[in-house]
């Protein structure tokens, strides 16, 4: 299968949900009143021979999640036609992706955050080594991580912390000194599960 076909089987809406459903442990957290403020993030993967994840390194100065890694992505605005309109705008504001220049494939699982976010991951192809540009006053770095290790289950740590009063669980994976954790991590251990549910149904069926 090419990397494409892999994606776009992974994001089937019919696959089977009880293979990913236990990354959503952050929900645990109180989740708060009235309704939640729409956002999306693009998970981007380079087309290479062996292909890789796009990732931030948010500004240590700002005020929520400073110097944290995270997918690039943002609250919808009102000229946003849906979730995929705002992936690709975030993106093209953030590190200058062309819109253009983005395969989308599809959607993966609806997020829900204690913050109040409705996230939607969005995912799509890009080509290898664009001219990206950190937008400085929310992103201070732009790195790319090999795709293969962070589809390996193993390669990911489970934490569990008391925070508040309560216990939370977390995932946790590290690459060179990059921590990736908390509802950037429960995405890309979702897209993770659903790439192995369909790459084990092949193996199964030989189709």
Not at 70 to 90: H, I, M
Not at 120 to 149: K, Q, S, T
Not at 157 to 164: F, G, K, N, P, S
Request: charge should be negative; hydrophobic fraction near 45%; proline fraction near 9%.
């Amino acid at each position: 299968m090419t990397l494409r076909q892999r994606l776009a089987a992974a994001l089937a809406p019919e696959l089977d949900r009880a293979h990913i459903m236990d990354v959503n442990l952050y929900m645990d957290r109180p989740m708060p009143d009235g309704p939640f403020t729409r956002a999306a993030v693009l998970i981007a993967i380079t087309d290479r021979p062996e292909p890789g994840m796009l990732l931030t390194q948010r500004n240590p100065g700002l005020r929520a999640h400073a110097g944290q890694v995270a997918l690039p992505g943002g609250r919808l605005d009102p000229q946003d036609a849906d979730a995929v309109a705002a992936a690709l705008r975030e993106a093209e504001e953030e590190i200058a992706l062309p819109r253009g220049q983005v395969d989308v494939i599809g959607r993966s699982d609806l997020f829900r955050t204690g913050t109040g976010f409705e996230i939607v991951p969005i995912v799509g192809i890009v080509p290898p080594d664009l001219p990206l540009r950190p937008a400085e006053a929310e992103v201070d770095a732009i790195f790319e991580v090999p795709l293969a290790p962070l589809l390996d289950p193993a390669s990911w740590a489970l934490r569990t912390i008391e925070w508040e009063g309560r216990t939370r669980s977390y995932y946790e994976y590290l690459w060179q000194d990059r921590r990736i954790w908390g509802v950037t991590a429960a995405m890309l251990v979702n897209l993770a599960r659903r790439i192995a549910a369909v790459e084990a149904d092949v193996a199964r069926t030989g189709s």
